[in-house]
Each structure stands twice: as C-alpha cells, then as structure tokens.
C-alpha cells in the first residue's frame, strides 16, 4: 500500500514538473499568443488539466491589460467562475451593466445578481433588471418590476415581465392602459398575449373607428371574428 | 490521529527525503501529512466503497452543473471552429484560384507552342515561305543597321560639303 501511494506521489510530482516546465515555455510566449488571440490559439494537444492552467493564464493577462472579452472567453473555457466575477464587477465598476449580468450568470452569483438587479430597478434599467430577475427566476421581484413599468408608463418592458410571468390578469389592466394613451400597437399586444376576446374585439372596433385597419385586421383575426374581417376585406379591401 | 497514521506519515516523510522531495524533516513530515489527507480517503474503506473526499473531487462533482456557463463554453467552441473552418475554406479558394491562373497560363503557352507547329503539317510550301520570310529579315534589318547612325543620321559626307561652312574668297 505504502509503495502504491509513493508511486501515485511520483506520478503526480512529475505531471506537476512537466506542467510547470510546459507553463513556463508558455510564459515566455504569451505576448505573442495574446496579440494572436484566443480564438487563433490551438491548445487540443495538451491534456486537460494544462490547458486549463494554460487558458487561466491567458485570461489573467488579458484581464491585466484591460480586454475584458477575452479574457471573459479564456475563463469560460477554463471553467473559471471566480475571475468570471471578478470580470463581472469590473464590468459593473465601468458601468457595462448588460456584460457584468452576463458574467455573473456564467458564474451562478446569485446573490450579485439580485443585488444589481435591485440597483437597476431603482436606476430605472428596466430592461437589466429583467434580465437579472429572469435569470434569476424571481417572480416576486419581476412582478415588482413589472408594477413599477406600470407605474412609469414603460408600456414595453411591462409586457416583457407579464409576458414572462405568464399574468393574463395584469396583461389585460396593460392592454386597457395603452389603449387609454392609444399605445394601439402595444395594446393589441398585451390582449393576444392574454387571450382576451372580447378586449381583441374592443380594440378592433376602436382602430376601426379610426380607420386603422391594419392594426383591426390584425385584432379581429387575433380575436377570430370572421364577421368583422369579412366587413373589413368586404368594404375596406382597396383602401 | 491514530498509530497507524502516524507510522505510515513517518514512512511517507523518510522516502521524501530519500527521494529529495523535501529538504528536512519538518517539510518532508508535512508534505506527508497533506499527501496522506490528499490520497488515502480516495481508497477504498473496508467495506469496498468508495470514500468520499471534497480535496480530490472534480469540480463538476462538488458543484452544481452549470449550464449557462457549459452553453456559452458549448458556443465559444464553436464559433472558434466555424472561424477556423471559414479560413481554411478561404485558403483554398485561394489555392483553386491560384491554380486555374497557372493553368490557364500553361493552355496559353501550349497554344503559342504549337501554333508554328500546325503551319509545318498544314503547308510544307508556306513554311518555305515563312521561312524565307524569316530569313529575310535580318538582312533587312541589317541595312537599316548599317544605313541609319545614331550620330550621324542618313547624311553623307558629300551632303555636308566643307565649303558650305567655310569662306576661301579673299576678305573685304
């Protein structure tokens, strides 16, 4: 048993030689591999614990000279979720709030995550703190978000978190806010997304009074009121 | 820690510096102390199963898998496959391209080759002739050789007459 052990502790201090020799001929080129690239580079010959030190090495030089996407490409090949974070919050530092969401959801950092998405809710970035939320599969904080998209009159991202929150309820109270500021567009929207009819119809009626008929085409078909399309195709074809 | 550990750390620490792996004792001990902790929970306990160690497990087997992170990996991969492929792909159009060129070179030599050639087989009198032909132009080109000079041109000596420079009459 002892012998067995030593023979596991010689092989392993050989690996670690050889890796460090082969890490150090490495060293000595990396400049020119980092002006290549890291999409230029060929590592398939060196097993995967070298080639794993190897791209960790790249991606702490690039990540030393400031070129956060690819030194984001060799920690996502290394598998490297701790620098991935760290470019995250150098990302967040610089103001790249979309990148630094990216890197955190490849480094499973929940906890930054939501804080930045609560940031980004109270900054007014719909759009990032749907995105945090979503990855995050927060319902509660994405309804919260929606309420608030709501409140502001950010018709859009609204019906993105009902959208994903699957709230037919809240998508209808949507619908009925854009027809008020006759966001029709964004209303016929959020009736096809809740399956409303009667809402569809409403709608329909309302554009046909106005004579937008694209937009009532598009709501009686949605809504499946063969009556008002063949009206509509009837006497409103040529126009 | 029991007896048998320590007698096995002992052993462990004396063949590390047997082997110059460590430098005294207090290094070679503790070097065998981590090696011990390191590889013997990865043996088997008694009972023939396998025990347990967080230190030697992959990463993957510790952690949850992630899968946003396994997709993007998934992805770079790719991307960096297709860049490769496109350029391999560009590099031989290059090379095709190339040789059409050369080829079409070697038809236009072979062609101009074997133009005189078809005259020879198609009429043996007008070859004569070409050659006649052939042979005549030099000749020509060697009167014009010896008529035409570059300093002096076509003139004779006669054309340019001496008295015509120079006055022999008396002076007034």
């Known amino acids: ?239 | 820690m029991d007896i048998e550990k320590i007698k096995k750390i002992n052993e462990m620490s004396k063949s590390l510096r047997t082997h110059h792996f460590a430098i005294d004792s207090q290094d070679a001990t503790s070097d065998a102390q981590k090696i011990f902790d390191d590889i013997i929970p990865e043996k088997t306990t008694e009972t023939g199963t396998p025990m347990p160690s967080p230190s030697t497990h992959s990463p993957s087997e510790s952690q949850p898998i992630n899968i946003p992170l396994i997709e993007k990996k998934f992805q770079i991969l790719l991307d960096q496959n297709v860049k490769s492929f496109k350029d391999d792909l560009r590099n031989l159009q290059d090379t095709v391209e190339f040789l059409q060129q050369e080829l079409s070179k070697m038809h236009q030599r072979v062609s101009k080759l074997q133009q005189p050639v078809k005259i020879v087989q198609q009429d043996p009198v007008k070859e004569e002739q070409v050659t006649q032909v052939v042979q005549e132009q030099p000749v020509e080109h060697e009167k014009e050789e010896t008529t035409s000079h570059p300093r002096s041109g076509n003139l004779t000596s006669s054309d340019v007459s001496i008295e015509k420079f120079f006055y022999y009459g008396n002076s007034k």
């Not at chain 1, 939501?114 to 939320?133: H, M, P, T, V, Y």
């Not at chain 1, 709501?150 to 609204?158: C, I, P, Q, S, V």
């Open chain 1, 1 to 239: 048993m002892h012998e067995e052990t030593m023979n596991q502790v010689l092989n392993n201090v050989q690996k670690i030689n050889q890796t460090n020799s082969e890490l150090s001929q490495f060293k000595s080129l990396l400049p020119t591999l980092l002006e290549k690239g890291i999409d230029q580079i060929d590592l398939s010959m060196f097993d995967d614990i070298t080639k794993t030190q190897l791209l960790n090495v790249l991606g702490g030089e690039y990540l030393r000279r400031g070129r956060l996407h690819e030194a984001v490409k060799s920690f996502v090949l290394a598998g490297n979720q701790q620098k991935l974070t760290v470019i995250g919050q150098d990302y967040e530092r610089i103001g790249q709030v979309e990148n630094a969401i990216e890197c955190y959801e490849l480094a499973q950092e929940s906890n930054r995550l939501n804080l930045l998405g609560r940031k980004c809710l109270i900054d007014g970035r719909f759009r990032d703190a749907i995105k945090c939320f979503t990855s995050l599969n927060d319902h509660e904080m994405l309804a919260k978000t929606g309420d608030e998209c709501l409140r502001r009159g950010k018709w859009e991202y609204a019906i993105e978190v009902y959208k994903t929150l699957g709230d037919s309820e809240k998508l209808t109270q949507l619908g009925d806010l854009c027809l008020g500021d006759r966001k029709l567009a964004e209303a016929f929207q959020a009736f096809e997304l809740a399956n409303n009819t009667n809402k569809l119809n409403e709608l329909g009626n309302v554009c046909l009074k106005e004579g937008l008929f694209s937009i009532a085409l598009k709501a009686y078909t949605a809504s499946d009121n063969k009556a008002m399309l063949k009206f509509i195709q009837e006497n409103f074809r040529k126009k």
